[in-house]
């Protein structure tokens, strides 16, 4: 049995003995592996498609990882970090909760890493996690800093509840879309993490004026926001390496 299996089931044990809960959150830290050292537009594509790792089953890890023979989980190609941590909590240790305690973009410089900081965040949220901590201070008027920005900049945050969202098309290595709500009020955020343009249309979601603000595109760091109204089917062009936050008003 792997260790955390096994640390699971011994808190567990521990608990049904003591009769008190003993293990709040179950901790782990998680850096990518694939190297993107280069930081040429091949490991920038690179760095923006191994978000997945957190939770595609069918991804697999652009890194040892999937060469590896060591490596003794169920999918021994695939990390599907999150997904694979709540299973062994739901099986050996139930109502505990789940803290990425260190996690890094691998480019904190570089607008890539700040885009999958962003993923980063939505993916958190879409899937659950209760607690992540970023590893380890980065510059506030930076790309890492620009993509918690876009979530709670100003006072104005990402809805607390995660909504489902629908894309036409299975394009997560270059688009995350994310949705929340809050005070019966709709927030997304859209991250395009291909290196041209992408439209599209936005539909069913409530209509009428939404603050609008978003990090990226050819300047880099450059920060924007506004107000702007959504009509049905909206149409919506994304510049490249853009990510943009909309909550409606």
Not at 100 to 109: L, P, R
Not at 210 to 226: E, I, L, P, V
Request: glycine share 8%; proline share 4%.
């Amino acid at each position: 049995m792997d260790f955390l299996p096994w640390f699971l089931q011994q808190m567990k044990a521990k608990e049904t003995s003591v009769g008190k809960r003993l293990l709040d959150y179950l901790d782990i830290h998680y850096y990518f592996q694939p190297d993107t050292s280069a930081n040429d537009a091949a490991a920038k594509a690179l760095r923006l498609r191994m978000t997945q790792s957190f939770w595609n089953t069918s991804y697999v890890d652009e890194s040892w990882i999937a060469t590896s023979n060591y490596n003794s989980q169920p999918n021994n190609k695939a990390v599907w970090l999150i997904p694979r941590m709540q299973q062994l909590i739901a099986q050996y240790y139930p109502g505990t909760k789940l803290s990425i305690g260190e996690w890094a973009s691998t480019a904190d410089s570089d607008i890539t890493g700040g885009l999958v900081t962003a993923d980063c965040l939505g993916i958190f949220g879409r899937y659950g996690v209760d607690s992540a901590t970023y590893w380890a201070t980065p510059d506030e008027a930076g790309p890492v800093g620009l993509a918690y920005w876009l979530y709670r900049g100003y006072g104005t945050y990402f809805g607390a509840n995660s909504v489902q969202v629908n894309m036409a098309e299975n394009i997560e290595g270059i688009f995350g879309f994310y949705a929340g709500v809050e005070n019966s009020k709709v927030s997304m955020v859209w991250i395009n993490k291909n290196t041209v343009p992408m439209a599209f249309y936005i539909s069913n979601v409530p209509t009428g004026k939404y603050f609008m603000r978003h990090f990226g595109g050819a300047s880099g760091n450059a920060k924007w926001q506004t107000n702007t109204t959504l009509k049905d089917n909206t149409y919506t062009v994304i510049p490249a390496y853009t990510a943009l936050f909309m909550k409606q008003l």
